[in-house]
């Protein structure tokens, strides 16, 4: 059974720095990743998609990378601003993709500071 | 903006009682999910469908049961609800043309008292 685990659980910044969220799984038969970030009392929001052949995907500030055969994500944010401060999900979808669901990780709630 | 609205955005509800949860997309995309969010828990997928009178079960599928006759709308039923459906219900969709991105609802908060 895919677990997928993100670390840290709860992270607080100064506004202005530059932050790396982790994200790892455990069975590397992926067919993609998906970073979403919630907000209080919202639904998520997709941030960035990677596909398993992929290595990286960069979407303005955000910049995520994957290493499949380890079993690992980064999500970086640069110049963190207080903006960004929410809780921030990592899922990934079995390798066969089609219909199958997303297993999701717990999420880094992140607070940046002014 | 993936056109999706789940309705009721909230509801309480007591012990026993039937509760339908429906989440409603405008374009016509053939993956359907529910999950549920709990404190310490994550999201977690309860069924999911792949198309009109096609669903499965997800990982916490005990106690609910979905439909889908039409592409736009998948229901979510509980027949009897108990205090630990109480939870926050998010419908996604997949759109096969973005590579399976998968986008969700604003959830739909349903308190079983």
């Known amino acids: 059974k895919q677990e997928v685990t993100q670390i840290p659980a709860a992270l607080s910044v100064p506004e202005g720095e530059n932050l790396v969220l982790n994200c790892s799984f455990t069975d590397s038969a992926i067919y993609n990743l998906q970073w979403f970030r919630q907000d209080p009392g919202k639904g998520l929001t997709s941030l960035l998609l990677i596909q398993s052949s992929q290595r990286e995907q960069t979407s303005g500030r955000l910049n995520a990378s994957l290493d499949k055969s380890s079993g690992r994500s980064t999500l970086y944010i640069a110049a963190s601003q207080p903006g960004d401060s929410a809780t921030y999900l990592c899922?990934?979808?079995?390798?066969?993709?089609?219909?199958?669901?997303?297993?999701f990780g717990k999420g880094t709630h992140l607070i940046i500071q002014p | 903006d993936a056109g999706i609205t789940q309705s009721p955005r909230h509801k309480v509800t007591e012990t026993g009682t039937p509760v339908t949860l429906r989440c409603h997309q405008t374009e016509n995309h053939r993956y359907m999910y529910w999950y549920r969010q709990d404190p310490g828990h994550g999201l977690r997928l309860i069924h999911y469908?792949?198309?009109?009178?096609?669903?499965d079960k997800g990982e916490v599928s005990d106690g609910y049961s979905v439909s889908r006759s039409k592409t736009e709308d998948f229901l979510l039923t509980l027949e009897s609800a108990t205090s630990s459906q109480t939870s926050v219900y998010f419908c996604?969709?997949?759109?096969?043309?973005?590579?399976?991105?998968?986008?969700f609802g604003e959830g739909s908060r349903l308190t079983v008292l």
């Open positions: 899922a990934v979808r079995p390798g066969r993709g089609g219909a199958d669901g997303l297993t």
């Open positions: 996604a969709i997949s759109q096969e043309g973005r590579a399976g991105e998968l986008f």
């Open positions: 469908s792949y198309g009109v009178k096609d669903t």
